[in-house]
């Protein structure tokens, strides 16, 4: 049983980076000539996102997204663009596992560097409901590569 | 007057805590706690009664026949309906609405017709009549809702020119807390000879409901929203009206002679109860009623109308706060927004705080639409909140706006 004070939890979810990417997002928009195309959404919450990929050579050259949803979902797809710019298909593949892993509670993954900002969204392990929100818009990633535009 | 505390203590889950936090349940809408009554009921037709119903030869199985029976005539008194015969049990609300778009819609409905829903339906009166027109070729018209969030009259009228087959509307919105006019919006639909479906979900919990009164056609209500066990529920209809609409499910006990390529189908209510029903639902729900009817339903829709007034008066008070629906009579239902802070992180923080609410679209997406907002926090009140329930989460959204630096442009 979870006995530990809910202040600190709270404050380990919504952390000062987490709600700086929710109200400042990085990368919001549409390119004008994507090459990989997708939207998804979480029909229990409502959760939506677009997300567009410019790939070149196997490379994301440059990624957008557009959506709307709570502080995790919005920040997750934030922190997600930044993170993918110049990232081959399979390294950002592999950066979709480890954020699953991380998700999972998997500590390795929560200080993996390669994350980057979205270290901060570690303490969404704990709120197990939450989860699908950090990582909707890797599921848009993954499904993505499975349809081109 | 109702005894909030006293109704409280007699549900043992409120007793507990959550996350070391007196537990605020708010998310009545989605569904209500139990009484111990109900849980008794339950346990006890399981140790003194089980047996299949309407088969037996056996004393057991006839105490359990006719536990089940009364169980139907207590729904029956409850919502004064037409019979007893007049009361099919179903799954909830959901089943129920289906049981009539599957059987009197398929039956009735034809190319180029009408069916005439609103923008406040809950997807479970929405859907089923986007299956049945599609698969039928008939129109589906929306009416819309004024910008408090009651059902445009005018709107309804003009649809109503289309002199639709079926029109079907909430008693009550579970998104806004809308009390529509179902009298008079029953008394125009028959003006043009449409048979009018009443989602009762909301309604049946929570106010005193007449269906004889109402003049509807057919009544769906859940059992889980007022009380009883999840999974009961009823659809309660004209008896005529079951009378000659075909079966919806098929299977035994809704069978009268079955032959190697057809069969002939029992009498009403038994003819849509395909298969062993949900017994311990049907006795729970009616431990429900009595328990409710103990309570008085008049005094439970004046506790939580005051309770709505009390938290929408609070929450104006916190800057930023949005409150969704209509000023003035509204059931115990409260939606609402809170700056830039998202419904979902609104329930998160409020949840370590030990309150429960509801937070996303509420099964109403083409109403958030009009909203113009794609969720909504929404608090919801039974008769074991009370005031110090509103306070809690009054001073926990204060909380989480703070969490989130919210700043009041």
């Known amino acids: 049983m979870d006995t530990s004070p809910p202040e600190p939890k709270l404050s380990a979810l919504y952390q000062e980076l987490i709600l700086d990417h929710y109200r400042r997002p990085r990368n919001k928009g549409t390119l004008e000539h994507p090459t990989y195309a997708v939207s998804l959404n979480n029909p229990l919450c ?7 990929l ?3 050579d196997a490379v994301i050259r440059d990624v957008r997204f557009v959506g709307r949803g709570c502080s995790i979902s919005q920040a997750s ?4 663009t930044h993170l993918l710019k110049e990232k081959s298909v399979p390294q950002a593949l592999t950066l979709a596992g480890r954020m699953s892993a991380m998700m999972q509670g998997d500590d390795a993954a929560a200080k993996d560097k390669a994350l980057g900002d979205l270290r901060a969204l570690a303490g969404v392990a704990r709120f197990p409901v939450r989860i699908k929100c950090a990582l909707l818009p890797w599921n848009a990633l993954t499904d993505a590569f499975k349809s081109r535009a | 007057m109702l005894d909030a505390a006293r109704c409280r203590a007699d549900f043992p889950l409120l007793q507990g805590q959550e996350h070391g936090h007196r537990l605020v349940y708010l998310d009545n809408a989605a569904t209500t706690q139990k009484p111990q009554a109900v849980l008794d009921a339950i346990l006890d037709y399981y140790r003194t009664t089980n047996a299949n119903v309407h088969r037996g030869a056996y004393g057991l199985a006839i105490r359990a026949t006719e536990a089940y029976e009364a169980a139907r005539e207590r729904v029956a008194r409850f919502l004064n309906a037409w019979a007893p015969e007049g009361v099919v049990f179903t799954r909830g609300t959901t089943e129920a609405i289906n049981l009539v778009a599957g059987a009197y819609g398929r039956a009735n409905l034809r190319q180029g017709d009408t ?3 609103t923008a406040m339906d809950h997807h479970s009166n929405l859907v089923p009549w986007q299956i049945l027109c599609q698969e039928k070729g008939a129109a589906l018209r929306m009416v819309e809702i004024t910008e408090d969030g009651r059902i445009d009259l005018s709107d309804f009228g003009q649809a109503l020119e289309r002199q639709p087959k079926i029109v079907a509307f909430p008693y009550v919105s579970n998104s ?13 639909a028959h003006a043009v000879g449409a048979v009018v479906v009443v989602d009762g979900a909301q309604s049946t919990p929570h106010l005193k409901v007449d269906v004889q009164a109402l003049d509807c056609d057919f009544y769906a209500c859940s059992g889980h929203k007022m009380l009883g066990p999840m999974g009961s529920g009823a659809l309660v209809a004209k008896p005529a ?3 000659v609409m075909p079966p919806y499910h098929g299977g035994g006990e809704m069978i009268s002679k079955v032959w190697d390529d057809h069969s002939t189908y029992n009498t009403i209510p038994h003819k849509f109860e395909a298969g062993t029903p949900n017994v311990e639902g049907a006795v729970g729900l009616a431990a429900a009623i009595d328990y409710l009817e103990r309570v008085g339903l008049d005094a439970i829709a004046e506790h939580e109308q005051a309770l709505a007034k009390a938290a929408i008066e609070r929450l104006s008070q916190i800057d930023g706060v949005v409150v969704y629906g209509p000023r003035g009579h509204r059931a115990g239902v409260v939606s609402f927004t809170y700056g830039d802070v998202h419904p979902h992180d609104i329930a998160t923080i409020l949840d370590q705080d030990g309150i429960c609410i509801r937070a996303g679209h509420h099964c ?3 109403l958030m639409r009009r909203l113009n907002v794609a969720a909504t926090a929404r608090a919801s009140f039974y008769l074991y909140n009370d005031l110090e329930d509103v306070e809690a989460l009054a001073t926990s959204l204060v909380k989480a706006g703070a969490l989130f630096g919210y700043v009041p442009a």
């Open chain 1, 46 to 52: 409502g959760d939506e996102i677009e997300l567009q």
């Open chain 1, 54 to 56: 410019l790939v070149e």
């Open chain 2, 241 to 243: 009206l079951l009378e």
């Open chain 2, 176 to 188: 806004l807390g809308t009390v529509n006019p179902a009298a008079q919006l029953i008394r125009l």
């Open chain 2, 115 to 117: 069916v005439v829903v």
């Open chain 1, 77 to 80: 797809a934030s922190m997600m």
């Open chain 2, 364 to 366: 109403t997406q083409p």
